[in-house]
């Protein structure tokens, strides 16, 4: 009997995947990988960190040297005044041409501020890029909770039908019994009534599954129906070796966030740097050539050439309190992110131990959902029995069924549960994506397909 039920629960999940749509298989890393490509905030977060490696060729070439060319071309044209010899006031019209060309090229040799800030770039990239890592586990989880959910939808819409199918038969005795006298009317109106509440509950589990459907195709970009899912007689086991403490030291370590904000504090330091050079002087070396003609009325056809080599200085002496208020807010800011560090570690902490203890205590409470499972179906079983004998009555049947079924909704979001909580265990504690994704397909390894051939 135990079979058969199996065999008709797999039937109903995989008639569920498949009346949402067009079936078009898919493992959770599948899912992943698509949903890289199309999820906008993903998406979003590369185009982020690509802005951001910007930063630094922008902040080098203050550290490089400037080259510039400039050029000009007047066309004068007046009228000049002088006394001549005779002491007599004379006006002579002017109209020339002056071309002037100059190259200049500026080398910084000493710039504290431009040097901090090229630090200040590098650093920034690296927590883009640890950002942007976080981002990718954050969409693990995202897809996760929509894969998971799915497959929990659909199994909970299989768990309906055969509630349905229960109470349909349930009524049929019920009807049975009223015609040879053994019944009453109020036992079939219970048996139909039941029946009523799970044709609505059918109902909801349709919309459910559609919603999560719906929810995992906007993560993915495809319509998915054919979902790999776990193996029946699945017993969660440990998730991994060691222990907790071992866990949070892996988190703190390899936690992306986390090091997204050390690397933000790193930032906030050089940016303090970068404001007290304000006070610094700058030293730049400048050469440049020019080329004029006619440069004045004095200069009428000649020529110049000049050639200057130099060494600038540039000293702050006061700049109305600014540099010092810049100083002031940069070194808040460092205080700002020496907090956040504390508090994201805090969180990951937190979140690694809760669901540690969710992964650790996984198998016994499934096992014991399971154990339920069992127990539930024997009473129900033997409730029917008692039924058919004459011992027992429609209100009987139809409480064991509901205790039934729970409980094996119970389980079903006991295994799923476990799932979700593995995923963000290691996601949390930064570990590759790839062993992520990897690691949940292990744990759902038959397609509904092949789940159907299972005894």
Do not use: C
């Not at 200040?120 to 981002?135: L, P, W």
């Not at 009534?193 to 906007?218: G, H, I, Y």
């Not at 003609?293 to 009428?300: G, K």
């Amino acid at each position: 009997m135990r079979r058969a039920i199996r065999r008709l629960r797999f039937t109903a999940i995989a008639a569920a995947l498949l009346a949402a749509g067009s079936a078009q298989a898919m493992n959770f890393a599948e899912a992943v990988a698509a949903a890289r490509s199309n999820d906008p905030a993903y998406r979003g977060a590369g185009h982020e960190l690509e802005s951001t490696r910007q930063g630094v060729p922008i902040a080098r070439a203050a550290l490089l040297p400037q080259v510039g060319l400039a050029g000009s071309y007047a066309d004068v044209h007046g009228t000049r005044s002088f006394f001549n010899a005779q002491d007599q006031e004379a006006k002579v019209g002017v109209a020339y041409n002056a071309p002037h060309a100059s190259l200049q090229m500026r080398l910084p040799l000493f710039n504290a501020e431009a040097r901090a800030r090229l630090d200040q770039a590098e650093v920034q990239v690296d927590q883009a890029e640890a950002n942007y890592r976080g981002r990718g586990l954050d969409l693990i989880d995202r897809v996760g909770t929509a894969y998971l959910r799915t497959l929990l939808a659909a199994e909970t819409l299989g768990l309906a039908e055969q509630e349905r199918v229960s109470a349909e038969g349930q009524l049929k005795r019920s009807a049975e019994r009223f015609r040879r006298g053994e019944g009453t009317r109020s036992e079939e109106a219970l048996a139909q009534s039941n029946l009523d509440v799970n044709r609505v509950k059918v109902f909801e589990a349709k919309d459910q599954l559609e919603n999560a459907r719906r929810a995992l195709q906007r993560l993915t970009g495809r319509a998915t129906t054919d979902l790999n899912q776990m193996n029946p007689e699945f017993v969660p086991d440990e998730p991994a070796q060691g222990g907790l403490f071992e866990w949070l030291e892996t988190a703190v370590r390899n936690s992306p966030t986390i090091r997204a904000r050390q690397q933000a504090l790193l930032a906030a330091q050089f940016n303090v740097k970068r404001q007290s050079a304000g006070h610094l002087p700058r030293v730049d070396l400048v050469a440049s050539i020019a080329r004029s003609e006619n440069e004045s009325l004095t200069n009428l056809g000649q020529t110049s050439v000049l050639k200057t080599l130099s060494l600038q200085v540039n000293v702050p002496i006061y700049s109305g309190g600014g540099v010092s208020a810049g100083v002031k807010q940069a070194v808040a800011e460092q205080a700002k992110a020496e907090e956040a560090i504390r508090e994201e570690r805090e969180n990951v902490e937190t979140e690694v131990q809760r669901n540690y203890l969710l992964v650790a205590n996984g198998a016994a409470r499934v096992q014991a959902y399971r154990r339920a499972a069992e127990s539930s179906q024997v009473a129900y079983t033997g409730a029917v029995r008692s039924q058919e004998a004459g011992l027992g009555t429609t209100a009987d049947v139809l409480d064991a069924q509901v205790r039934l079924f729970a409980a094996r909704r119970d389980l079903a979001a006991a295994r799923y549960d476990y799932l979700s909580a593995r995923l963000r265990l290691k996601a949390h504690a930064g570990l590759p994506l790839d062993e992520v994704t990897n690691d949940i397909d292990r744990l759902l390894p038959l397609p509904l397909t092949t789940a159907l051939k299972q005894p």
